[in-house]
């Protein structure tokens, strides 16, 4: 939108037209809709993930908010997707990461806040895969590194001193323009 921006990262700032908040509120209700109609195929996991599990492709849903602390491994082929579905925030403690093994794609993991749910990424975390916050703020912590995008609709969105990098690879999910977006929010803050 119209303003003065005092932008400073090692990357590049577009400032197109007008429509392109409106198109990429779009393009963000569609694949959030395409994810939450995803079918799932595992709605008995925990609500905390981690200390070193790995898991397989799949749609897991929990019943509430969700966390990650420690490690935890996705493995799978490059086709294979993984959709975290969390009714809630979805939090991660400090230093956990997120590990890609046996060929999985960052750009075919998404987590999806059901309800109104924050993302927060914390400090010194390695996160992989796109994060939807519903209705709230997503934020990812100094000294993190996220392989995929933060996105909100109504919310706020702020970086710590942090590394984030769009996933190489087409998405199973539409995102239509903000495939290449790091960050989308329809009407919050970028801090």
């Keep these: 939108g119209a303003g003065t921006y005092s932008v400073m990262f090692n990357g590049q700032y577009v400032s197109s037209s007008a429509g392109t908040t409106a198109r990429g509120t779009s393009y963000l209700t569609a694949a959030y809709n395409q994810l939450i109609a995803t079918t799932t195929t595992n709605s008995s996991h925990a609500a905390a993930f981690g200390s070193g599990e790995t898991l397989t492709a799949g749609v897991y849903a929990i019943a509430g908010a969700g966390s990650i602390a420690g490690t935890l491994n996705l493995s799978g082929s490059s086709s294979d997707v993984f959709i975290f579905k969390i009714n809630g925030a979805l939090t991660t403690g400090a230093g956990s990461t997120v590990n890609l093994i046996n060929g999985a ?3 075919n993991v998404f987590w999806v806040a059901t309800s109104a749910g ?3 990424i914390a400090a010194t975390t390695i996160m992989k895969g796109t994060l939807f916050a519903k209705d709230a703020a997503t934020s990812i912590g100094s000294g993190s590194t ?3 995008r933060l996105f ?4 706020a969105i702020t970086i710590g001193p942090s590394t ?3 996933p190489s690879g087409s ?3 539409d995102l239509g323009e903000l495939n290449s977006f790091a960050l989308f929010t329809s009407s919050g803050a970028v801090d």
């Excluded at 909100?152 to 919310?155: D, F, I, P």
Aim: aromatic share 0%; glycine share 10%; hydrophobic share 30%.
């Design 164 to 166: 984030i990098s769009t």
């Design 146 to 148: 996220l392989e995929g």
């Design 152 to 155: 909100t609709n109504t919310g």
């Design 118 to 120: 924050a993302m927060t």
């Design 105 to 107: 794609q960052a750009s």
């Design 171 to 173: 998405s199973p999910i």
